[in-house]
T-cell receptor
Framework: AQSVTQLGSHVSVSEGALVLLRCNYS??????LFWYVQYPNQGLQLLLK??????LVKGINGFEAEFKKSETSFHLTKPSAHMSDAAEYFC??????????FGAGTRLTVKP | GAGVSQSPSNKVTEKGKDVELRCDPI?????LYWYRQSLGQGLEFLIY????????KSGLPSDRFSAERTGGSVSTLTIQRTQQEDSAVYLC????????????FGPGTRLTVT
C-alpha cells in the first residue's frame, strides 16, 4: 500500500525566507500526489496536486512542488515566506483508487 | 451548499454517552472519508465509503465506532460509550468518482469527552 513520510514535524523560517517542506512517498504504481494546508481550527484545503504531465506543479499562495520519481519525493517550496503561511501542511499520495494516505504533517512557523 | 458540511461543529459529552457526528458531502461525490485528528497529531484514517459501501473499515479504532452512509450522500459516524481518549476533531472529506481526485474537507467536529 502507498505511504507518505514528511521529514520534520516542525519547520521554522523567517519572513521572506525560502520555505522547504519535505515529502517522500512509497507507491507501487505511478502516484497521484497532493499537498494540503490546514489553518488553525479549519479543515484541510488543497494547495496543489500532481497527476500526470509536468513534474513542477504550481499551486495557490505562491507554493509549488516538484515530482521527482527517481527520488520518490514531492517537496513543497515557496521562495519567500509570509506570516500568513503559518499553518500545518500535509502531503498525501493516492494510487488512483480513491484510497489516499496522508503524512503526519509539518507545522510551519514564520518568524517576523 | 457548495462544500462539505459537518454537524455539530462542537460537541461536549460525558464519558459513557453515545454521540453521532454528521457529514454532508458535496453533491455528486461518491467517495466519502472520515478521519480523526487528535491535538497536535496528523490525520488518522477511520473509514472510507464508496457509495453506501465501506470497502475499508480498517481504521476504526474499536467496536465502539461505527459509520453508515445512506442514499450515497449523508454519512453518520457513531461513537458508543465515549471515552476521554475519543476527544479529537473528526474530519469528513468527499471526492469525485474515479481515482486520483483530491478530497474536499469539511470544517470538522470538535468532540470533547468530559
Amino acid at each position: 500500500a502507498q505511504s507518505v513520510t514528511q521529514l520534520g514535524s516542525h519547520v521554522s523560517v523567517s519572513e521572506g525566507a525560502l520555505v522547504l517542506l519535505r515529502c517522500n512517498y512509497s507507491s507501487s504504481v505511478p502516484p497521484y500526489l497532493f499537498w494540503y494546508v490546514q489553518y488553525p481550527n479549519q479543515g484541510l484545503q488543497l494547495l496543489l496536486k500532481y497527476t500526470t504531465g509536468a513534474t513542477l506543479v504550481k499551486g495557490i499562495n505562491g507554493f509549488e512542488a516538484e515530482f521527482k520519481k527517481s527520488e520518490t519525493s514531492f517537496h513543497l517550496t515557496k521562495p519567500s515566506a509570509h506570516m500568513s503561511d503559518a499553518a500545518e501542511y500535509f502531503c498525501a499520495v493516492s494510487e488512483g483508487n480513491n484510497d489516499m494516505r496522508f503524512g503526519a504533517g509539518t507545522r510551519l512557523t514564520v518568524k517576523p | 451548499g457548495a462544500g462539505v458540511s459537518q454537524s455539530p461543529s462542537n460537541k461536549v459529552t460525558e464519558k459513557g454517552k453515545d454521540v453521532e457526528l454528521r457529514c454532508d458531502p458535496i453533491s455528486g461525490h461518491t467517495a466519502l472519508y472520515w478521519y480523526r485528528q487528535s491535538l497536535g497529531q496528523g490525520l488518522e484514517f477511520l473509514i472510507y465509503f464508496q457509495g453506501n459501501s465501506a470497502p475499508d473499515k480498517s481504521g476504526l479504532p474499536s467496536d465502539r465506532f461505527s459509520a453508515e452512509r445512506t442514499g450515497g450522500s449523508v454519512s453518520t459516524l457513531t461513537i458508543q460509550r465515549t471515552q476521554q481518549e475519543d476527544s479529537a476533531v473528526y474530519l469528513c472529506a468527499s471526492s469525485r468518482p474515479g481515482g486520483g481526485h483530491e478530497q474536499y474537507f469539511g470544517p470538522g467536529t470538535r468532540l470533547t469527552v468530559t
